[in-house]
């Protein structure tokens, strides 16, 4: 579906390049350039969500590290005061910001009983809401990273 989508954009900013330059009457040039505008930038926003989407979830004694896309991994250290971890669902989470289903969900959201939650997984299913010293960290981790994760000495 993503890739079907990033030929109409490609195309629409073909076709409208080329158009432009075919000599259309001025009234239509507006139309064509605010085309060739939103196809690029939904081009862009698909790079974005391309980019940030989660890759990987290692696990150290004190942290939780994520890999990207050809960026530096994120760092979340785990709350040292006992392990709070809750399964939900991409339903269970309001968006305040981000991306849903775009590469994964990921951005800041919000649980109605936990608050704000910094979403950062390939899934909408099986997301694990663990509490790090920077808040809710919201991943979908394998059941064998869980289960090291609750195997951790508090």
């Known amino acids: 579906t993503t890739l079907l989508l990033v030929m109409l954009f490609l195309g629409l900013v073909l076709i409208g390049a080329l158009s432009y330059f075919e000599g259309i009457p001025t009234n239509d040039k507006v139309l064509v350039g605010l085309l060739m505008f939103t196809a690029l930038a939904m081009l862009i926003a698909v790079f974005i969500a391309f980019i940030n989407r989660p890759?990987?979830?290692?696990?150290?004694?004190?942290?939780?590290?994520?890999?990207?896309?050809?960026?530096k991994p994120l760092h979340y250290h785990?709350?040292?005061?006992?392990?709070?971890?809750?399964?939900?669902?991409?339903?269970?989470?309001?968006?305040?910001?981000?991306?849903?289903g775009f590469f994964g969900y990921f951005?800041?959201?919000?649980?109605?009983?936990?608050?704000?939650?910094?979403?950062?997984?390939?899934?909408?299913?099986?997301?694990?809401?663990?509490?790090?010293?920077?808040?809710?960290?919201?991943?979908?981790?394998?059941?064998?990273?869980?289960?090291?994760?609750?195997?951790?000495?508090?």
């Open 55 to 71: 890759l990987e979830y290692i696990l150290t004694t004190s942290k939780i590290i994520i890999g990207r896309q050809g960026r």
């Open 78 to 100: 785990l709350e040292k005061e006992g392990k709070e971890i809750y399964i939900v669902s991409a339903k269970d989470l309001q968006k305040q910001w981000g991306s849903s």
């Open 107 to 154: 951005g800041m959201f919000s649980h109605h009983k936990l608050g704000k939650v910094r979403l950062l997984s390939s899934s909408r299913t099986g997301i694990a809401l663990i509490l790090t010293t920077e808040g809710w960290l919201g991943i979908s981790p394998s059941k064998q990273f869980l289960q090291q994760l609750r195997s951790l000495p508090e």
